[in-house]
C-alpha cells in the first residue's frame, strides 16, 4: 500500500531553534499534502495545506511565518518551524493523496514528528 | 463548513463486549467520511471509509460503520471488543470536491476492562 514517510520522528531541540520536518511519499505521487498538529489528548488540527509548485493555503489562526511549508516536488514537503518556542512543542502529523489515484482517494498519513522545545 | 462530532470523550466497555462510537458530520455535500485510529504515541491507521454505495461498510479488525444520512451519522461498531483494541478513535469528514481538506472529530478514547 501507499506509505508516507516522515523524518524525523522525533526531535528535541532549544529554543530559538528552526525545525524542519521532512514528509515523503514513497511510492506515489502527490500533488497536495498536508499538515496537522495534535497536542496531548487532543484531536488533530489541520494546519495547511501544501500543493506542489504553489504556495501553501493556511488554515485560520496559523502563522504562515511561524510555520514554513515547501512542496517543491510530487513526493516531497517540508514544515519548518522558526524560532520555535516551548509552546510549539507538539506533534506533527503530514499526509498525502494520491495523484493518480481516484477523486475519492484517501489520505495517506505519515506516523508523525514528536517535537520537544526545551 | 464541514464539522465532525463525537460526543463521548471516553468510553470503557468489557472484553468481549460490544462496541459502538458515535459520529456526527455536518457538510453541504456528500461527504467522504473516515474511521481512524491511534495508538498512544503513533500516527494515524485507516479502519474504514465511505465514499458512496452501500451505506454498512467493512473495515479492518472487524469493525464496521453505517452512513444515515438523514442523521448525519457514521457510528463505528465492532461486536466483540479485544483488550488490543484499547486506542484513540478518531472520525473525520473530508470535502467531496476541492482539495479533499479533511477535519478530524475529537477522538473518543476506548479504554477495554478485562
Known amino acids: 500500500g501507499a506509505v508516507v514517510s516522515q523524518h524525523p520522528s522525533r526531535v528535541i531541540c532549544k529554543s530559538g531553534t528552526s525545525v524542519k520536518i521532512e514528509c515523503r511519499s514513497l511510492d506515489f505521487q502527490a500533488t497536495t499534502m498536508f499538515w496537522y498538529r495534535q497536542f496531548p489528548k487532543q484531536s488533530l488540527m489541520l494546519m495547511a495545506t501544501s500543493n506542489e509548485g504553489s504556495k501553501a493555503t493556511y488554515e485560520q489562526g496559523v502563522e504562515k511565518d511561524k510555520f514554513l511549508i515547501n512542496h517543491a516536488s510530487l513526493t516531497l514537503s517540508t514544515l519548518t518551524v522558526t524560532s520555535a518556542h516551548p509552546e510549539d512543542s507538539s506533534f506533527y502529523i503530514c499526509?498525502?493523496?494520491?495523484?493518480?489515484?481516484?477523486?475519492?482517494?484517501?489520505?495517506?498519513f505519515g506516523d508523525g514528528t514528536r517535537l520537544s522545545i526545551l | 463548513a464541514q464539522s465532525v462530532t463525537q460526543p463521548d470523550i471516553h468510553i470503557t466497555v468489557s472484553e468481549g463486549a460490544s462496541l459502538e462510537l458515535r459520529c456526527n458530520y455536518s457538510y453541504g455535500a456528500t461527504p467522504y467520511l473516515f474511521w481512524y485510529v491511534q495508538s498512544p504515541g503513533q500516527g494515524l491507521q485507516l479502519l474504514l471509509k465511505y465514499f458512496s454505495g452501500d451505506t454498512l461498510v467493512q473495515g479492518i479488525k472487524g469493525f464496521e460503520a453505517e452512513f444515515k444520512r438523514s442523521q448525519s451519522s457514521f457510528n463505528l461498531r465492532k461486536p466483540s471488543v479485544h483488550w488490543s483494541d484499547a486506542a484513540e478513535y478518531f472520525c473525520a469528514v473530508a470535502e467531496s470536491t476541492g482539495g479533499f481538506k479533511t477535519i478530524f472529530g475529537a477522538g473518543t478514547r476506548l479504554f477495554v476492562k478485562a
Open positions: 499526509s498525502a493523496r494520491d495523484l493518480q489515484g481516484a477523486g475519492n482517494q484517501p489520505q495517506h
